[in-house]
């Protein structure tokens, strides 16, 4: 190696160091290169929600343990218009029967054979009238109703947003290789290879290192951030 590689690579060390970002580089073959990763990062929220209802009853026959959730289903479905959820924002399919003797030969736990389960699922983007019926199901349980529910949040253009922080982290990444550069004393010729590497959906409040991975449950959480990781190799001036 010679004085002039040593010296452009002692620089590269300095450089990286100022900008406080990982997976920058430079080689010298035939041709001069620096690789950069870009990032965007966003905080979005939601604009569309998905709210679903296990509604459960229990009977030591088929017919009644039927009637029971069909019964409480009426009483749900009743509430819900109550407090404002439209008719065509709730859909509804028919109960699933389980019989919990299947598997062994007698009751030996003293609870009813039956378990009927009803889902109900309601999509709206209003986001506001959901959860204010949602937090007053509580008097579903004053009735006998047993009844468990979840929200789903999700952004409905996630495509769109996806595309234009993928253009963002390109910028990104293009900005930090003209960094290096400069401080090489040269310039970027051009893209010599891009690639996207992470995109990643995650609650708000979770706190992570930029080279985390978050493979969690994101849906609960109304407000997300977006991170998006292009990484980049440009050729340099030789």
């Known amino acids: 190696m010679n004085i002039q590689n040593l010296v452009m690579g002692s620089i590269a060390i300095i450089a990286i160091s100022a900008i406080g970002y990982k997976g920058i580089e430079t080689q010298k073959q035939n041709r001069s290169y620096i690789t950069t990763n870009g990032l965007s990062d966003r905080y979005v929220v939601s604009d569309s929600i998905i709210w679903k209802l296990r509604v459960e009853a229990e009977a030591d026959n088929i017919k009644e343990a039927q009637e029971r959730v069909n019964k409480n289903t009426e009483i749900v479905l009743k509430f819900l218009k109550s407090e404002g959820i439209k008719e065509e924002e709730i859909t509804s399919k028919d ?5 919990r003797y299947r598997n062994t030969e007698s009751n030996k736990n003293g609870i009813p054979r039956f378990e009927a389960l009803n ?13 204010k019926a949602k937090d007053k199901t509580i008097e579903l349980l004053g009735k006998g109703i047993n009844i468990y529910n979840e929200l789903q949040y999700s952004i409905s253009d996630i495509a769109k947003l996806k595309i234009e922080m993928i253009q963002e982290a390109t910028l990104d990444s293009e900005n930090r290789a003209k960094i290096i ?16 590497g992470r995109f990643n959906i995650l609650p708000a409040d979770l706190v992570l290192s930029s080279d985390y991975c978050y493979d969690g449950d994101e849906e609960s959480s109304r407000t997300k951030r977006i991170r998006v990781i292009v990484t980049g190799t440009y050729n340099m001036n030789s």
């Open 181 to 196: 550069a400069k401080t090489l004393g040269t310039k970027i010729t051009g893209p010599r290879n891009l690639s996207t």
């Open 95 to 99: 109960p699933h029967m389980c019989d």
């Open 119 to 131: 889902i109900i699922v309601i999509r709206t983007k209003r986001l506001e009238q959901v959860e």
